[in-house]
């Protein structure tokens, strides 16, 4: 099957129009760096009277909040119509918009999940010393709705996180060095291009190979890259010509991963759910069997309806195990084993093993 004209392209234009051409519902994941009104008032000099390379260009220009506010709106609600039901946006910026933004989001029904702070591991310094040195961005990460259930690969950002549980604050360094687009004549081609490692790890936190991802501001094309390096698909919408040449060309220039390398990891709750009677059904085990607890104290008899009976009592796998050792709760997959002896196997070996086959 060919692949849809929109995805893995940049759109040209203004983002609220140029959304208008996408279908509605079409997109698992939207990363938003939209301008953030800045608001600086004349250059911003070094200390040595050299001129800071600000970002004072005219796309982060605005006649005033109400003017910011109207923009925000009108792109917040383009997004909104081609996220898929449980999507997730994630929108990132400075002290200047963020607040502005998160309170729009909650006033058109989004749902805010968490919000992030990256920390600039080499922020650039407060040269003029009146101020703290701005040394984070906030990002906000929200569904459509209360209701929504999105990607959120826990198993693999602790995976990734050396076992740890990620934190909501992120210590990374601007973009420098190699990465930096370079114009011809050696000059930054975006003022706020953000590191490739932030994308990767909002993209790994919420999305799956193979997703649709989408940037409305897609600058020089960081969040296609890394979109591409992942096997994500992407989409991109961007007004600036200049931006455009220099993100085709580094798009172009990716090969993706192959598919083994990109699977993510997976908990527990991920896994297809095989209930006890599962087992009866392929007759992996029998009615009458005899099941044990690890050492052989407890016993009880499989029924043909995927019950346990011991002694008196009688119900599903965990209740059963929870009464026989008189405990509120009990895992019956862990708790009941076949066999007898040093040959006794946890239930939880037949179950994975079932598993593994009904996945083939």
Same mark, same amino acid.
């Given at each position: 099957?060919?692949?849809?004209?929109?995805?893995?392209?940049?759109?040209?234009?203004?983002?609220?129009?140029?959304?208008?051409?996408?279908?509605? %519902? =079409?997109? @698992?994941?939207?990363?938003?760096?939209?301008?953030?009104? /800045?608001q600086?008032?004349? *250059?911003? +000099?070094?200390?040595?009277?050299?001129?800071?390379?600000?970002?004072?260009?005219?796309?982060?220009?605005?006649?005033?909040?109400?003017?910011?506010?109207?923009?925000?709106r009108?792109?917040?609600?383009?997004?909104?119509?081609?996220?898929?039901?449980?999507?997730?946006?994630?929108v990132?910026?400075?002290?200047?918009?963020?607040?502005?933004?998160g309170?729009?989001?909650?006033?058109?029904?989004?749902?805010?999940?968490?919000?992030?702070?990256?920390?600039?591991?080499?922020?650039?310094?407060?040269?003029?010393?009146?101020?703290?040195?701005?040394?984070?961005?906030?990002?906000?990460?929200?569904? %459509? =709705?209360? @209701?929504?259930?999105?990607t959120?690969?826990?198993?693999? /950002?602790?995976?990734?996180? *050396?076992? +740890?549980?990620?934190?909501?604050?992120?210590?990374?360094?601007?973009?420098?060095?190699?990465?930096?687009?370079?114009d011809?004549?050696?000059?930054?081609?975006?003022?706020?291009?953000?590191?490739?490692?932030?994308?990767?790890?909002?993209?790994?936190?919420?999305?799956?190979?193979?997703?649709?991802?989408?940037?409305?501001?897609?600058?020089?094309?960081?969040?296609?890259?890394?979109?591409?390096?992942?096997?994500?698909?992407?989409?991109?919408?961007?007004?600036?010509?200049?931006?455009?040449?220099?993100?085709?060309?580094?798009?172009?220039?990716?090969?993706?991963?192959?598919?083994?390398?990109?699977?993510?990891?997976?908990?527990?709750?991920?896994?297809k759910?095989i209930?006890?009677?599962?087992?009866?059904?392929?007759?992996?085990?029998?009615?009458?069997?005899?099941?044990?607890?690890?050492?052989?104290?407890?016993?009880?008899?499989?029924?043909a309806?995927?019950?346990?009976?011991?002694?008196?009592?009688?119900?599903?796998?965990?209740?059963?195990?929870?009464?026989?050792?008189?405990?509120?709760?009990?895992?019956?997959?862990?708790?009941w084993?076949?066999?007898?002896g040093?040959?006794?196997?946890?239930?939880?070996?037949?179950?994975?093993?079932?598993?593994?086959?009904?996945?083939?």
């Amino acid at each position: 099957m060919a692949e849809p004209s929109w995805l893995n392209t940049i759109h040209r234009g203004d983002c609220v129009s140029a959304l208008e051409r996408l279908p509605s %519902k =079409s997109v @698992d994941l939207v990363f938003a760096d939209p301008p953030y009104n /800045l608001q600086l008032g004349g *250059d911003l +000099l070094r200390p040595d009277d050299s001129k800071v390379d600000a970002c004072d260009d005219h796309w982060d220009q605005f006649a005033s909040f109400e003017a910011y506010d109207a923009f925000t709106r009108a792109w917040l609600l383009a997004v909104r119509r081609v996220m898929k039901p449980d999507a997730s946006l994630y929108v990132i910026g400075s002290y200047h918009n963020i607040f502005r933004v998160g309170a729009i989001l909650q006033d058109l029904g989004f749902w805010i999940m968490n919000d992030i702070i990256w920390l600039k591991s080499n922020p650039m310094p407060n040269f003029r010393g009146k101020r703290f040195t701005n040394a984070h961005e906030t990002i906000i990460w929200a569904t %459509k =709705s209360k @209701d929504a259930k999105p990607t959120f690969n826990y198993d693999a /950002l602790k995976t990734f996180n *050396d076992d +740890l549980q990620m934190r909501s604050d992120w210590q990374l360094p601007l973009c420098t060095g190699g990465e930096r687009l370079k114009d011809e004549a050696g000059q930054k081609v975006h003022p706020t291009q953000k590191p490739e490692a932030l994308l990767y790890r909002v993209l790994t936190a919420s999305s799956q190979p193979g997703d649709v991802v989408l940037d409305p501001f897609f600058g020089t094309g960081t969040t296609g890259a890394v979109a591409k390096k992942l096997g994500r698909n992407y989409v991109g919408v961007e007004r600036e010509e200049e931006y455009i040449r220099h993100a085709e060309a580094r798009l172009a220039a990716i090969t993706p991963g192959d598919a083994e390398s990109l699977e993510m990891q997976k908990g527990k709750r991920a896994e297809k759910r095989i209930p006890f009677g599962s087992l009866l059904e392929t007759g992996i085990l029998k009615p009458g069997t005899e099941l044990s607890c690890s050492k052989g104290q407890h016993l009880a008899v499989v029924r043909a309806d995927g019950s346990l009976k011991s002694g008196n009592h009688t119900g599903s796998i965990h209740k059963v195990g929870a009464l026989v050792q008189g405990q509120q709760s009990c895992n019956g997959w862990t708790f009941w084993h076949t066999g007898s002896g040093k040959s006794r196997t946890p239930i939880d070996e037949l179950r994975q093993d079932l598993r593994s086959r009904l996945q083939k």
